[in-house]
């Protein structure tokens, strides 16, 4: 590939963020109808008290929330601030990821992975469920996009990213859903829901074995340190309201961004602790 000229390299990550801000619009569409089991197509674009329709002038990413004060403009209802925090998070995942990456042929499965993981996260904090679509449809799409673009696993062969993508799948979907099966007996209820253990086996699929033992520990650890915090502010009744699925799509998204640096810097400084003359054995 051609380099970019320093000129070009700003306007095209000015174009990622915004391309980044208008799917994160049609993810706010997702987050809420398709809980709802509604068309994500149509109607068009309305609001949810008075049902009017949305002109394109009011439909704009981030401006007409800004605008329109978060206001519906016929019925001057509240619309939440978490469409525009949606678009926002997207626009700038997008362009982070795109900074981080440049263009290589894993960076579109990469934006259309944290589209679907902000999808999930958003509506499980709602409505304390992981959509299908994100979950199971990652689990589907994860091992076609590994065959059909192997880099996504370090991979130059097609097959052997598929069967490495296969593997991150099942030790995903296994981990968790051993947790949930182990849980359900020692606690008789449900310890973890199959939403979780599904989105897991996504992020094997999509990301393979590594990302998997890289999302359980961090996940673990965002989780513990939330109980904390909330045990700290006295908010401990908050902690079975907050779902484990966006801990997940949180440590999935580091996973893109460093996660096999983060582990290169661990081994590296694990392996020199070891050589060290004085350490311990």
């Known amino acids: 590939m051609t380099p970019l000229s320093p000129a070009a390299f700003p306007i095209l990550t000015l174009f990622i963020f915004l391309a980044g801000l208008c799917i994160g619009s049609f993810l706010n569409v997702c987050i809420w109808r398709i809980p709802r089991d509604e068309s994500i197509v149509w109607p ?27 206001k519906c403009r016929h019925c001057q209802a509240p619309i939440s601030p978490r469409y525009f925090i949606v678009e926002l998070l997207t626009g700038a995942l997008f362009a982070g990821l795109w900074l981080v990456h440049g263009w290589t042929l894993q960076t579109p499965v990469y934006f259309l ?34 065959f059909a673009f192997p880099a996504l696993h370090q991979q130059t062969d097609r097959l052997a990213a598929l069967i490495l993508s296969l593997i991150g799948l099942a030790l995903g979907y296994g981990i968790l859903w051993l947790v949930a099966t182990i849980g359900r007996l020692v ?64 440590a999935a998204v580091l996973w893109m961004f460093c996660g096999p640096a983060c582990i290169d810097l661990y081994l590296s400084w694990a392996f020199a602790s070891r050589l060290a003359p004085n350490a311990p054995l």
């Open 44 to 70: 068009g674009s309305h609001c949810p008290a008075c049902g009017h329709a949305i002109a394109p002038w009011d439909n704009l990413p981030l401006l007409s929330w800004l605008v329109l004060n978060g």
């Open 187 to 250: 606690l008789k209820r449900e310890a973890m829901g199959m939403g979780d253990v599904k989105l897991l086996g996504a992020v094997g699929a999509c990301l393979g074995w590594p990302a998997v033992l890289f999302v359980v520990f961090v996940s673990s650890l965002s989780g513990t340190l939330l109980g904390f915090a909330l045990i700290a502010a006295g908010k401990k009744e908050l902690q079975s309201k907050i779902p484990y699925g966006p801990h997940i799509a949180l």
């Open 113 to 146: 992975f944290t589209a679907a993981l902000i999808l999930g996260t958003f509506v499980d904090f709602d409505h304390l469920i992981l959509p299908d679509r994100v979950t199971i449809g990652g689990m589907i799409a994860g091992p076609i996009l590994s």
